[in-house]
């Protein structure tokens, strides 16, 4: 039961390919998030979502797309892979008591070639 | 300029010793400060968070302290383990309330903090 899991773990993907990154958690948190995390920067926020049907650009969005029909799910779209989108990338979600903690899932380590 | 500087970038310390990480910001306005213990591999798990009113946060051996006047907050770790082997970040958030401030997260690039036997 491990509440936020990312699939896949690993990635390998030619540039100009179209690539899926899927979230999925089992509390039933309102808030979802994509952030992005390269070498000697710190976690970017790629979009977040409030509710199912709700998104909202974060602060590196171009070349990603995201949907959330469903609560549980979150996905990350790279309609057109390019190599500067080689990076790890961590779905959160928000949840506590007073909606205040962020729980990480473990990761996806996508390289663009 | 990233609004969110941590130092030292990496640190080597001897298992049993104490260290401290700081972290300086600029976001402005503050709503709360939040560090994170990142193993390699994995994702970010919270450590302590903390608001514009509280100075100080324990968890067990991580004691973090925060001055929002000098807008500057440390994690100490206490007698360390092997097990502390990770990155340490510090996350600042900006906007009121605690899901506004989530999506107006800064992230600093994070301490690699090595524990040798």
């Known amino acids: 039961d491990a509440g936020i899991t990312q699939s896949p773990r690993y990635k390998i993907t030619e540039t100009g390919r179209q690539v899926t990154l899927m979230c999925h958690q089992t509390w039933s948190h309102s808030y979802m998030f994509w952030y992005r995390q390269d070498l000697g920067h710190g976690l970017r926020l790629i979009y977040y979502?409030?509710?199912?049907?709700?998104?909202d650009k974060g602060e590196v969005p171009d070349g990603y797309v995201v949907s959330r029909s469903k609560t549980e799910n979150f996905p990350l779209t790279l309609e057109s892979a390019t190599r500067s989108q080689t990076s790890v990338y961590f779905c959160a979600t928000m949840g506590g008591a007073t909606n205040e903690k962020l729980f990480f899932g473990s990761g996806t380590q996508l390289s663009v070639l | 300029k990233n609004q969110v500087e941590q130092s030292p970038q990496s640190l080597i310390i001897l298992e049993g010793k104490n260290c401290t990480l700081q972290c300086n910001y600029t976001v402005s306005p503050f709503s709360n400060l939040r560090w994170y213990k990142q193993d390699t591999g994995r994702g970010p798990v919270s450590l302590t968070i903390m608001t514009f009113s509280e100075n100080t946060k324990s968890n067990g051996r991580y004691t973090a302290t925060l001055d929002a006047d000098t807008k500057q907050s440390s994690l100490h770790i206490t007698a360390s383990q092997l097990s502390d082997s990770a990155s340490y970040i510090c996350?600042?958030?900006?906007?009121?309330?605690?899901?506004?401030?989530?999506?107006?997260?800064?992230f600093g690039a994070g301490t690699r903090l090595t524990v040798k036997p």
């Open positions: 996350v600042v958030s900006a906007g009121q309330g605690w899901t506004r401030a989530a999506n107006d997260m800064r």
């Open positions: 979502s409030a509710a199912a049907d709700i998104t």
